[in-house]
């Protein structure tokens, strides 16, 4: 779980709010775990291409 974390603060700069608001915040941190899982799983958009 931290290291889940970790690699969203690395590599999208996580942890700092770009937004007011909670609505906001929240989308801000369903982006960033969106953009952890693609990055960390290439994979899925090989195969989804190929078709």
Known sequence: MERTFGGIKLWFKGGIARYRGM?????????????????????????NSKN
Request: aromatic share 8%; proline share 4%; glycine share 0%.
């Open 23 to 47: 609505e906001k915040m929240h989308t801000q941190n369903l982006k960033e775990a969106i953009c952890y899982n693609l990055y960390r799983n290439p994979e899925i958009i090989a195969t």
